[in-house]
């Protein structure tokens, strides 16, 4: 089976692009564009990976992400922090994330973080 990745963004040209690249080496790619329920949305795909934007709706994803850490069941799930904010790390850092990409990113960089965090965490 092969190692699923949940992208949580707004930017539908992100989640198009991320998708694409994702798919092409392999992984299952569930995306989401608001962070609505997302405590439910992660139960329900449980993913290898999270890739969390900053600004996105409901709730945000810093707290997006703190409530995924809070959750006992799902706070080993890796979560990638992406942003085009300047101080993405000192964000990723405060949203309790294991990781961060600063937007606009590499694709060669996502695709061998995302391969380094599936073969890492499997």
Do not use: W
């Not at 703190?66 to 101080?87: C, D, G, M, W, Y």
């Amino acid at each position: 089976m092969s190692s699923s990745v949940m992208i949580f963004d707004d930017d539908v040209d992100i989640l198009e692009i991320c998708t694409i690249i994702l798919r092409g080496k392999g992984f299952r790619v569930i995306t989401e564009t608001s962070c609505e329920n997302v405590i439910d949305k992660v139960e329900t795909h449980k993913p290898q990976v999270i890739l969390m934007d900053n600004k996105i709706p409901e709730t945000g994803g810093i707290a997006a992400t703190q409530l995924i850490k809070h959750t006992e069941h799902l706070r080993n799930i890796p979560v990638v922090f992406f942003s085009a904010n300047t101080n993405v790390a000192q964000l990723s850092k405060e949203a309790k994330a294991e990781y961060y990409l600063q937007k606009p990113f590499d694709i060669a960089e996502l695709e061998q973080l995302i391969e380094q965090i599936t073969s890492t965490h499997a």
